[in-house]
């Protein structure tokens, strides 16, 4: 037999309670009902923690409706998509991570995943990848000069991954049929073979994006002075093509592709292979709620495909870079995915399990230092 209370207010004045004028009544109407429970969840849309219904049976119920209001939370954030420079030694590397951590700890993140195109220090980011749960990192090989010892190199090093960027080829700087070359043929093939995803910036939205702070046609306005008249469209329809040609090479389209959910959805339908992270686009700034019309269509797109879906911020990070600006780029496009209402197996996915699953990651502490985590 449970009981369930409802609360009657009356205001100072009432006539209808029977009570002077300035005395302030409270009446507690106590109803005892068989079976009945305190409503906890009114919006379906919105789910709580699913660590709340264990608690109506787990000890006979002895905490049951213990703060009803608890959320899905995530264990930890992987960030899969940063960018390091002007590292020079470990000694450098682990300052970084400590001032980056030291910020960001406190909002969960877990792990960052570096993007490189420092060649010579291989061994230092193997070493630290090895020993430092914080830290694993990608290698960005040069467009016009691939080396397939270099890309071989990384990988005994502990990389977990490959970038690729169209930005040359979208300024009209390289040829766009460059990844076809014998070079990058034989280097797409051997990341096939080896299990190693490639991170790629395909394409690249037209106009301004003043929301998330992006400029006026990016990359296109150079290319397009020196006479480039080929699409997103066009190279995202190479990448798909050269997926199909090695249908077992994974490929992480970097900031959504550049295109909406329903065409999203229709790819992922058609290549198992393909997946995005969450960076520039999937971003809420500090002040802003979703449109709830705009929640409902992108929580649901991501609930369907989580688990081809992976945190990233694209930050900029080096040695002293830490301040309030990279700490609400960050907590920007976390609050993105927390404000969606997601369930708790896609807020994993997304925060975390995605990456970890695909990069082949070890995971994270979810370590509590005080009383509670943040």
Known sequence: MNTKFVFHHFHRGSVNAGINTG???IVICVFIQCGANITTNTDPTRPHSPYLAQRDTIDNGFSRDWMPHFLPSEEYWIDAHTHLYDVENADDLKQLL???FSRLDAFRLGKLVAITEQEGLFKVFGEAAEKDPRFAWIYWPSIDAPSLSLVQEAV?????GIKLHNLLIMEGKIPRDIWQSD???EILSFAETAGLPLLWHITQRHGYSPYHGGGLNPYWQKGWELGVDFTNEDLLQDVLALMRRFPKLKVIGAHQLYVGPERLHNLFQEYENLYIDSSCGMYLRWADEFIEEDRLKLRDFIEKWSERIMFGTDAMIWPGSVDDYAVQSFLCHARFILKLGLNDKALQDVAWRTAQNMLKLPPC?????????P
């Open 23 to 25: 005395i302030l009544t």
């Open 98 to 100: 400590d001032d980056r």
């Open 156 to 160: 005994n090093n502990g990389v977990c």
């Open 183 to 185: 070079e990058w043929q």
């Open 365 to 373: 502490s979810s370590y509590r230092r005080g009383s509670v985590r």
